[in-house]
């Protein structure tokens, strides 16, 4: 079976501009959430949604924002990058209800010059 | 408030026992996590306890709980190359899939 996959694996943007993330989960997951990790440092919530509803989310500006489609994958949106910006953006998801175990992507490394 | 804290390196010889600690803040966490990370790669689940135990055994790897301390350790017997990677603990305090992870703990294993 396949994990979950994440795209694109790596991409660079120059501030100020606009970039999406894509995140598909393990089949039959109902629940993804967005992790940002900045180098050096463990891994912190975004976002968290079950069923195509918005679960959580953590302490991060308005520029970002998530959704998650019919079909369960998700994308993350983040408007207005800036050079703190640049990091590994993991997504996890669950099998069913949001506090099962979370399984990681490998994620998408943003460079933002 | 919440923080998750680790010692960030550790280094022993192949063959060698490993115990990477980390204390949590939260006794509300119902599940406490272990997740490995290779260079350049995402999180990989390796184990994971439940709060109402003490000790969790999974073939090479050993996870320790005392609650009273908020201390988790993870004990890896024989030690090999293939484990020379960033661990990180992880708890979820508030019990709804928003974990908090520590900085994580570079461990290198000499031949």
């Known amino acids: 079976d396949a994990g979950v996959t994440q795209s694109p694996t790596h991409l660079i943007k120059t501030r100020g501009q606009h970039v999406t993330l894509r995140c598909s989960p393990i089949s039959g997951h109902k629940s993804v959430s967005w992790y940002q990790q900045v180098l050096g440092q463990g891994p912190q919530f975004i976002f968290q949604y079950y069923e195509k509803e918005e679960r959580g989310r953590g302490n991060f500006p308005d520029r970002f924002s998530a959704r998650q489609f019919p079909n369960y994958s998700s994308e993350l949106n983040v408007n207005a990058l800036l050079l703190g910006d640049s990091a590994l953006y993991l997504c996890?998801?669950?099998?069913?209800?949001?506090?099962?175990?979370?399984?990681f992507g490998p994620g998408t490394r943003l460079t933002v010059l | 408030g919440e923080d998750v804290e680790q010692s960030l390196f550790l280094s022993v010889r192949e063959g060698d026992s490993s115990v990477i600690n980390c204390t949590y803040t939260d006794s509300s966490s119902t599940y406490l996590y272990w997740y490995k990370q290779e260079p350049g790669a995402g999180l990989q689940l390796l184990t994971y306890?439940?709060?109402?135990?003490d000790m969790k055994q999974d073939q090479r790897l050993t996870v320790l709980l005392n609650k009273k301390d908020k201390h988790l350790s993870l004990r890896i017997a024989d030690t090999q190359t293939g484990d020379s990677a960033i661990y990180f603990c992880a708890e979820d305090p508030s019990n709804t899939g928003k974990l908090i992870f520590g900085q994580g703990t570079t461990l290198q294993v000499k031949p």
């Open positions: 306890i439940f709060s109402n135990m």
């Open positions: 996890a998801s669950t099998p069913a209800v949001v506090t099962d175990t979370q399984y």
